[in-house]
């Protein structure tokens, strides 16, 4: 007996019978699929819609050049936080967020902070202050504590400031240290210089001045001859109050090495 071979259209008869006879699933599996799809589109728009793509780097570059290159690389732009910086120019780049080189969605956004310039503030007026009060002027107007402190003879009381460096009204750039000149006093005197003495005539001529000395050092690389004094501090035309003491360096070459044994 020859057996019957079945055609593809008739082995999918019986499904196209029941279509034909129940129109309404089809129209339902139709209805169901379009719906599915708009309510994965609204719920996950970034899934199906974006790709991705690599954050450039934009650190560095100016804001408006940096919102440029990401919204030509398919992503949004948000500025973030805007911070003083000492060497970075105003209105560059100072970070991102996400990183550069990660993959993130098209579409999304960009997070960019950005430099307002080094900061700077006005030097205060010192001149006539007291050192701690100066001190306390600059701490206040946004300065560090002087470091660099130059004491000069004047008329004016001991401490009272003279100067500043830079001076008042100028705008520096912060944090950084204002230099101060002060008076040493009315009474204060001028070290001499003693450098090139023989060291009895240092020491008689500090004490002419009022001046006292502690024991001296030794100094075996001065060029200076034995027993003159080599270096001195404070130094030559520094102010000093009456009686203060000066440190002196005195040469003493050192003893010339032992001859060799003989054989």
């Given at each position: 007996?020859?057996?019957?071979?079945?055609?593809?259209?008739?082995?999918?008869?019986?499904?196209?019978?029941?279509?034909?006879?129940?129109?309404?699933?089809?129209?339902?599996?139709?209805?169901?699929?379009?719906?599915?799809?708009?309510?994965?589109?609204?719920?996950?728009?970034?899934?199906?819609?974006k790709g991705e793509s690599t954050v450039?780097?934009?650190?560095?570059?100016?804001?408006?050049?940096?919102?440029?290159?990401?919204?030509?690389?398919?992503?949004?732009?948000?500025?973030?936080?805007?911070?003083?910086?000492?060497?970075?120019?105003?209105?560059?780049?100072?970070?991102?967020?996400?990183?550069?080189?990660?993959?993130?969605?098209?579409?999304?956004?960009?997070?960019?902070?950005?430099?307002?310039?080094?900061?700077?503030?006005?030097?205060?007026?010192?001149?006539?202050?007291a050192r701690e009060e100066a001190v306390?002027?600059?701490?206040?107007?946004?300065?560090?504590?002087?470091?660099d402190v130059v004491e000069r003879l004047?008329?004016?009381?001991?401490?009272?400031?003279?100067?500043?460096?830079?001076?008042?009204?100028?705008?520096?750039?912060?944090?950084?240290?204002?230099?101060?000149?002060?008076?040493?006093?009315?009474?204060?005197?001028?070290?001499?210089?003693?450098?090139?003495?023989?060291?009895?005539?240092?020491?008689?001529?500090?004490?002419?001045?009022?001046?006292?000395?502690?024991?001296?050092?030794?100094?075996?690389?001065?060029?200076?001859?034995?027993?003159?004094?080599?270096?001195?501090?404070?130094?030559?035309?520094?102010?000093?109050?009456?009686?203060?003491?000066?440190?002196?360096?005195?040469?003493?070459?050192?003893?010339?090495?032992?001859?060799?044994?003989?054989?």
């Open positions: 007996m020859t057996p019957t071979v079945r055609t593809g259209r008739s082995r999918f008869s019986w499904l196209r019978s029941l279509l034909e006879r129940f129109p309404f699933i089809s129209t339902a599996t139709i209805g169901f699929t379009v719906g599915f799809c708009a309510i994965a589109l609204w719920l996950l728009p970034g899934t199906l819609l450039p780097n934009v650190v560095g570059l100016l804001y408006a050049d940096a919102a440029a290159r990401l919204s030509a690389a398919g992503f949004a732009v948000k500025q973030g936080e805007s911070l003083n910086h000492p060497t970075a120019p105003k209105s560059s780049v100072l970070g991102q967020i996400p990183a550069p080189g990660v993959k993130a969605a098209k579409g999304n956004e960009i997070t960019l902070d950005v430099s307002l310039g080094a900061k700077k503030g006005t030097v205060p007026d010192l001149v006539g202050l306390n002027a600059l701490q206040a107007a946004g300065f560090d504590a002087p470091t004047d008329a004016r009381p001991r401490g009272e400031v003279l100067a500043s460096t830079p001076r008042a009204g100028t705008l520096a750039l912060q944090p950084s240290s204002v230099r101060l000149t002060i008076s040493a006093g009315p009474n204060a005197i001028g070290v001499p210089s003693l450098i090139g003495l023989p060291i009895e005539d240092a020491l008689a001529l500090l004490g002419q001045l009022g001046l006292t000395t502690g024991p001296a050092r030794t100094d075996a690389t001065s060029t200076q001859p034995e027993g003159f004094v080599s270096a001195q501090r404070p130094g030559a035309n520094s102010p000093i109050a009456p009686g203060g003491a000066v440190t002196l360096t005195v040469s003493r070459p050192a003893a010339p090495p032992d001859s060799a044994a003989p054989r």
